[in-house]
């Protein structure tokens, strides 16, 4: 089984400024990983996923993540927030192998606050 | 447009009824999810199907129960069982991992409010 942390519940930073957000994750298997925006009272949106190859994996809106193996993260990176960033963040693990295993294990959430 | 659809958007109920929640899919899409979600706690899965007339458990199934009798519908049901209806339900459908793709895609969600 897998288990997905999202290490600050809460991250406030002013426009314009960096920001990252980390994931870290616990599996017995390889595994793929994903970071989802979810915008007040609606669906989450996939921003980006990390399947195989280069670790640094670019997405959209900026947002940028690398996956490193050996500290088991996989953490949210953009050089420069706007205020439409303002968004909760859900990293997400399922297993690379197993055929039909689809289920992703989702974190509980970073709250993205973008201040002016 | 492809997508998934949800409704209602805010569902209001008495406790003690069943209620059932829309999700449709035109992405031709093999899987489908229901997912709970509360504030603080993350997702959490109900139930999954991987294909038509099949389905499974998820991590927090009970009180619910689901159908899926066409590949564009997953509907479920929260019944008067489960303790704790009151939340955000998201609707998820993936394509298949031999046709190459990995991701979960949402539909709006439906929020549920039991008094």
């Known amino acids: 089984a897998q288990s997905v942390t999202q290490l600050d519940s809460q991250v406030p930073v002013f426009e314009e400024a960096p920001v990252e957000l980390r994931c870290n994750y616990s599996s017995s298997v390889s595994v793929y990983l994903f970071w989802y925006v979810q915008y007040p009272n609606q669906g989450l949106q996939l921003l980006l996923k990390y399947l195989s190859g280069s670790t640094l994996v670019k997405g959209i809106n900026g947002f940028e993540a690398e996956f490193n193996k050996s500290q088991t993260s996989f953490h949210l990176r953009k050089p420069s927030v706007h205020i439409s960033d303002t968004a909760e963040y859900f990293c997400a693990v399922s297993e690379s192998s197993g055929g039909s295993n689809y289920k992703l294990t989702f974190g509980k959430g970073t709250l993205l606050t973008v201040n002016p | 447009d492809g997508g998934i659809t949800q409704s209602p958007k805010y569902l209001f109920r008495k406790e003690g009824q069943n209620v059932t929640l829309s999700c449709e899919q035109n992405?031709?899409?093999?899987?489908m999810y229901w997912y709970r979600q509360d504030p603080g706690q993350g997702l959490r899965l109900i139930y999954y199907s991987q294909i038509v007339n099949d389905f499974q458990k998820g991590d927090i199934a009970e009180g619910y129960s689901v159908s899926r009798e066409k590949k564009e519908s997953f509907p479920l049901t929260v019944t008067s069982a489960q303790k704790n209806p009151t939340a955000f339900y998201l609707c998820?459908?993936?394509?298949?991992?031999?046709?190459?793709?990995?991701?979960?895609?949402f539909g709006p969600g439906t929020r549920l409010t039991v008094t």
């Open positions: 998820a459908s993936s394509t298949s991992r031999l046709a190459g793709s990995h991701e979960q895609y």
């Open positions: 992405l031709n899409h093999d899987a």
